[in-house]
């Protein structure tokens, strides 16, 4: 934790108990979503099964603000289709509980009355996710420590105290391997990937360890004075799975090596300018049409496309809705959880 008073020199004494830290034996352990119907009130929403860590909660049927909030920041939300600084949203929610989280008065996006919300719920844990604040100091390469215990294979940056795009990092991006090191996306932009080591990787293009990973001086991820939020992600069998799959011009299939179908699906073109696409288990992923969201936009779910069918171990991706899920000689990535 951090201390942040000022003035003065005061002593305090705490005691500090350490989070539970138990692998995830099931998906169910660590992600969740839930739909739920938006109060001119106070509403608690529950359902998540587990203590969140991580929370994205968008008014699906209207063209609102999709927000992000997470256990260290707090009550303070981040707008995942636009630039801006974290806000904050104290006289709306409360901090994340231990089933959900509590609204503590109606309006604004989150419990706007009459409107339809879904929440997906994340819990952090070894292997699958962490998350991490630090303070930017403006120099590069940097080194940030993390406690995901493995790798990162796919990592959400965003500079919480400015105007910033967010930055986003994959290992598959550029073909994957060193060659990714330096490359990026912007979660609230299309834009295809570039190459910039002012950004991840440092100076010297250094892919991130089971301990770290690096980043430079640029300000949408490391800029002086200002406070910053990362979220690390990393496949863990059968409750995880980072990785890409090439368009093809006939239906593409992807094995998470699950035991049963995705709850929770995330897709971006890397090589052209396309949408974040976001499916879930509570609006629907199923064989017919599924609803699907998009993180870079304010809009309302699509319900009108079979763009994605469950399989038994992960997911089909079906042609014929555009170049944003499966068209030859595109590359796309994913992040899917069971």
Known sequence: FKYTATGGTPTYVYMAIRRPHKPPTAGTDVF?????????????IT?????PDWMWSKDYGASNNGWYHDRLRGVNSIDSSGTGAQQDRSSYVEVLGQDGIDFVDGGFDLNRSGSDHVAQFMKRAPGFFDIVVYTGDGSGPRNITHNLGVIPEFIISKNLSESRDWRVWHKDLN?????????NLKLNSEDA???????FGGSSDVLPTSSVY?????????ENGSDQVAWLFASLEGISRVGSYSGDSSAVTVDCGFAAAPRYILIKAINRSEPWYV????????????????LNTTGAQNTGDDVIDPTSSGFTVNTGFG????????TYIFFAIA
Do not use: C, M, W
């Open 214 to 222: 690096t980043v430079g001086g640029n300000a949408g991820i490391n």
């Open 193 to 199: 990937q570039s190459s910039n080591n002012d950004i």
């Open 279 to 294: 499916f879930d288990h509570a609006r629907g992923i199923v064989a017919g049409a599924d609803p699907y969201l998009k």
């Open 32 to 44: 969740k979503a839930v739909t739920y119907s938006g109060s001119s009130s106070a509403q608690n």
């Open 323 to 330: 170049s944003g899920f499966n068209e030859s000689g595109n």
């Open 47 to 51: 359902g998540a099964g587990f203590a």
């Open 175 to 183: 073909g994957g391997g060193s060659a990714a090191a330096s490359y």
